[in-house]
């Protein structure tokens, strides 16, 4: 099985609908991240998450909320999706180590399209 | 402000030649390093990183990348493609306190039989 599984791995929806994307991982990790992936932009960090009560915003996190719902699990939300979200999505984990910046682990992706 | 600049989008080389992937980065201080690779609809694998010490970093599949402080780059290579190296690479840059963290663009891969 996956260490970092996401689900829907694809959707579709309309503008103005809510999306809630949802992350679980079975690594143990503290930390948990959603990045979204444009054609030559590369991945841009959304929101991360330290632990359940640590919570921060990313790089491009207008239009999105999360919610770390226990150690294994981390949903990002869109309460009203816009076509300018569709993207894909990766979800990520890390290890606390003696870095706080570490490797980090990535989900296979949910692939967005807002009508 | 941070940045991490992949200045080719698309490099194809032949099966067998060597490969080197360019990677600059803006950063204040000494930054942590990173290598990824995106297999067609996979999720990114970590190739190598760098956090301190030797600054030629031996990575996983054969990869290697070295830091050149004066020069601002990580720059990845191998010595001999092989077709399965086809992918998408991403360099990555990390604060030490995880303030910031930036992925470049990226650079697609073709290899060529």
Request: charged content about 20%; glycine content about 8%.
């Amino acid at each position: 099985d996956a260490d970092v599984t996401q689900t829907p791995r694809n959707r579709i929806t309309k503008t103005g609908k809510r999306i809630m994307l949802e992350c679980s991982q079975t690594k143990g990790h503290d930390r948990m991240y959603w990045y979204r992936q444009d054609p030559g932009l590369g991945l841009r960090l959304i929101y991360y998450s330290f632990d359940v009560k640590d919570i921060n915003k990313g790089e491009i996190s207008d239009g999105y909320s999360v919610s770390r719902q226990a150690q294994a699990k981390f949903s990002l939300s869109l309460e009203s999706a816009i076509p300018n979200q569709t993207a894909l999505y990766f979800c990520a984990t890390s290890d606390k180590t003696g870095h706080a910046t570490d490797t980090q682990y990535f989900g296979p992706g949910t692939r967005l399209t807002v009508l | 402000a941070q940045s991490v600049t992949q200045p080719d989008i698309h490099i194809t080389v032949s099966e067998g030649a060597s490969l080197e992937l360019r990677c600059n980065y803006s950063y204040g201080a000494t930054p942590y390093l990173f290598w990824y690779v995106q297999s067609p609809g996979q999720g990114l694998q970590l190739l190598l990183k760098y956090f301190s010490g030797d600054t030629l970093v031996q990575g996983i599949k054969g990869f290697e990348a070295e830091f050149k402080r004066s020069q601002s780059s990580f720059n990845l290579r191998k010595p001999s493609v092989h077709w399965s190296d086809a992918a998408e690479y991403f360099c990555a840059v990390g604060a030490r306190n995880f303030n910031k963290f930036y992925f470049g663009s990226g650079t697609k891969l073709n290899v060529k039989p």
